[in-house]
């Protein structure tokens, strides 16, 4: 069964797992989400939880509620979360990792850059 | 008729001078997934009983807007029950039970009775007796949610069932139940692993209903903060409900948001549902905030 922490309410853990799907590009801008009643048994979530999770995906914009059709992923979406994880990991992430490698030693020619 | 589901009004069920439940309100609206915990001897199956008419309540209750002893026989066309004490023939065959309960169900379905057991690994010819504990709970399951029914009462289904087991049990009754009008009541001991897929609780100890809420007005009310060993008595001075250890430190539990000064010593964290079940239903005895 999947995990949840105890940080973050679930709902919102799970807008957080659908965004890492939409930034994978699943689904794809334009297309459907999978239904509510998909994503409780998939996650083993109450249908309530799910509803608030794509409300709030709904809410930041990413996804378009069109009635009795279910959700869809907002054109552009997939792009905007992009730059936003984007931003996100040189304004924070980066500065962290930077002084970490520092620490270490290591430079930019001891790093595989090719996944094998 | 009303829009609750259920409706209970200061309703006890005594037997003898003891009441097993004792003096309860609450309601259940339709499309709910609701959570019936507390421990051995608090009341849940008796409370159970008296909603499906085998026990004689006091005060008011209404199920499906009727009376479950003067109408039982109405109310059991749209209300299924899996009680504790569930048992299916062992003689019998998968197949003969849905033969059985067609003539005996005015709103049983055959035919989605078998597509639900395609979801499982059980034919329709094993014999009851051939089957595996998680096997016949999930035909079971299948047998009374083939039923059209409102409400479905089920009174620790998955005891004794393995992890496995408990998962698809969960998997069918989300997939294949809970379609935004009918409500489950669903008594387990499994507090952690039905968390998620609650929409209420119910609570009682000794009887007593001690918690009756949305889990989204539980996180709203209560509030948990994991915090660092060293300010633990400042914390214990703030009367938490309870204190108890998470990874890496110590964390308090709160009714309500306690001030700014104790919040300001923790992290805010999930309060979890396991925690308020301590908080709430722990005996005098086994108190666990002194440690």
């Not at chain 1, 679930?10 to 794809?28: C, K, N, R, S, T």
């Not at chain 2, 083939?146 to 620790?156: F, G, K, Q, T, Y």
């Not at chain 2, 499994?190 to 918690?211: C, I, P, R, T």
């Not at chain 2, 008595?233 to 998470?246: K, N, S």
Request: proline share 5%; net charge neutral.
């Amino acid at each position: 069964m999947p995990t949840w922490n105890d940080k973050f309410p679930i709902y919102q853990q799970l807008a957080d797992v659908l965004v890492a799907g939409l930034l994978d590009g699943e689904p794809a801008d334009g297309e459907a989400m999978p239904s509510v009643r998909t994503l409780a048994s998939r996650y083993l979530l109450n249908p309530l939880t799910v509803t608030r999770a794509l409300q709030a995906l709904g809410d930041s914009g990413l996804l378009e509620n069109r009635r009795g059709l279910g959700h869809f992923v907002t054109p552009g979406a997939r792009e905007r979360l992009k730059q936003a994880e984007r931003q996100r990991f040189l304004g924070e992430e980066w500065p962290r990792l930077r002084t970490r490698l520092r620490r270490l030693d290591i430079g930019a020619e001891h790093l595989q850059w090719e996944s094998k | 008729m009303s829009e609750f589901l259920v409706e209970a009004v200061g309703l006890s069920v005594r037997y003898g001078s003891k009441a097993a439940v004792d003096d309860v309100s609450f309601t259940i609206p339709k499309g709910r997934v609701v959570g019936l915990l507390g421990h051995n001897g608090a009341g849940k199956t008796t409370l159970m009983r008296a909603l499906v008419g085998l026990a004689k309540p006091e005060g008011k209750l209404s199920v499906l807007g009727l009376s479950p002893r003067a109408q039982r026989q109405e109310l059991l066309t749209s209300v299924c029950y899996i009680p504790d004490v569930a048992i299916l023939p062992r003689w019998a065959r998968v197949g003969e039970l849905i033969t059985l309960m067609s003539g005996l169900h005015p709103k049983f379905s055959a035919e989605r009775a078998r597509a639900l057991l395609r979801r499982t690994s059980v034919g329709l010819n094993d014999k009851v007796k051939t089957l595996s504990k998680g096997m016949v709970v999930q035909a079971h399951l299948a047998l009374v949610a083939a039923i059209d029914a409102r409400l479905m009462v089920l009174d620790e289904p998955t005891l004794g069932l393995d992890v496995l087991s408990r998962k698809a049990f969960y998997e069918m009754l989300i997939d294949e139940w809970c379609d935004g009008e009918r409500s489950v009541l669903i008594s387990t001991h499994q507090v952690e692993e039905v968390e998620a897929l609650l929409s209420d609780v119910l609570m009682l100890n000794e009887g007593k209903l001690v918690l009756s809420t949305s889990l989204e007005d539980m996180d709203r009310r209560f509030v948990a903060l994991s915090h660092d060993p060293a300010v633990a008595e400042q914390m214990a001075a703030a009367h938490p409900l309870l204190r108890y250890r998470v990874m890496g430190g110590s964390a308090a539990l709160f009714d309500g948001a306690p001030p700014d000064s104790v919040l300001a010593l923790g992290q805010r964290v999930r309060p979890s549902l396991v925690d308020l079940f301590v908080a709430l239903t722990r005996k005098p005895e086994l108190d666990r905030t002194q440690f």
